[in-house]
């Protein structure tokens, strides 16, 4: 475990010297080539130097040297030449929130923003209630209602309770820091959901990295399915990579609704369907649910989502 410790503890200062410091390149090609660069090798160095540990501890080693990586693609993208944010800025964006815009950071710190106690009472509930469904699902027999209760619990808990409470600490802090996870529930189609509601962090960063340098050479659609896909390795690297398996089902799930996506725009019955206050929601429901089992496969289930559920329902029982 020291070893382990000693690759992510040195991957971490390489990402946060080369994150901040890349963008000051005045070249964006070379600075996009330098950040890539990083941030692949980084990832392959946190999923190898932590073959022999639990899913659930490479899971989260992973994941933390992920989305640091992904932070200094962001600066790139975001500043080019001479960044505006300080460096003392640049870190607390880097590992103190989820989202994906340095620009709000240039304002820390300073008179705070409305709403503080609206997202931390926000972020307590929501928390409440994702303890609730993670210790119903306990109770539940039939596996996969008792897998979707698991995930929806943890969703709570991290999506909706400590990312709200993230958020009205830092409008304390004078940032205008947004809701990362918008009513995804009021979604009528799916590109509402991925584009408007669901992780606005993943939203950014992917238009910022991916849609943005490929639509220029793609055009629209193909940048979105570009999207998509890179959004599927990913989730292959964060959900399959720790538990050594169920290779290839994430990134289907991503291919799928990409293609879900694509008939949307096309084709006018389902265009009737997503139009309809009703039926709009069963649509978004039915392809996020059932594929479920393809994105969150029972590998991960079993060797992550279930020993991060009960170690957090250990600690109120």
């Not at 830092?170 to 009513?183: H, M, N, S, T």
């Amino acid at each position: 475990m020291d070893l382990v410790l000693f690759y992510s503890v040195a991957c971490s200062i390489l990402l946060l010297f080369t994150g901040y410091f890349v963008p000051f390149i005045r070249n964006k090609t070379t600075a996009r080539g330098i950040s890539w660069t990083i941030a692949v090798m980084s990832t392959v160095i946190s999923i190898y130097s932590t073959l022999d540990q639990p899913p659930l501890v490479r899971m989260l080693l992973i994941t933390s040297i992920q989305l640091l990586s992904m932070k200094g693609l962001v600066m790139v993208e975001t500043y080019t030449g001479k960044p505006r944010l300080h460096f003392l800025q640049w870190l607390p964006f880097a590992q103190g929130w989820f989202g994906m815009r340095p620009v709000l950071f240039e304002a820390l710190i300073s008179r705070a923003q409305s709403g503080v106690w609206y997202f931390i009472l926000k972020g307590c509930s929501r928390i409440l209630l994702g303890l609730l469904l993670l210790l119903l699902s306990t109770f539940i027999s039939l596996e996969f209602l008792s897998n979707l209760l698991l995930l929806v619990g943890l969703s709570f808990i991290l999506h909706f309770g400590i990312l709200n409470l993230s958020t009205g600490l830092w409008r304390a802090l004078g940032l205008d820091v947004k809701e990362l996870f918008i009513a995804p529930y009021k979604a009528r189609s799916l590109k509402e959901f991925w584009g408007k509601r669901w992780n606005m962090a993943f939203s950014e960063m992917t238009a910022s990295i991916v849609y943005k340098p490929f639509l220029p050479v793609l055009g629209k659609q193909k940048s979105v399915a570009a999207s998509f896909l890179f959004s599927g390795i990913l989730h292959e690297v964060a959900i399959s990579f720790p538990v050594q398996a169920g290779y290839g089902l994430p990134l289907l799930y991503f291919a799928l609704h990409a293609f879900l996506m694509f008939i949307e725009n096309k084709t006018m019955v389902i265009q009737k369907i997503t139009a309809h206050r009703v039926w709009g929601h069963v649509w978004v429901m039915t392809w996020l649910i059932l594929p479920l089992p393809l994105l969150f496969h029972k590998n991960f289930i079993d060797a992550v989502a279930k020993p991060l559920a009960l170690s957090i329902l250990h600690l109120i029982y």
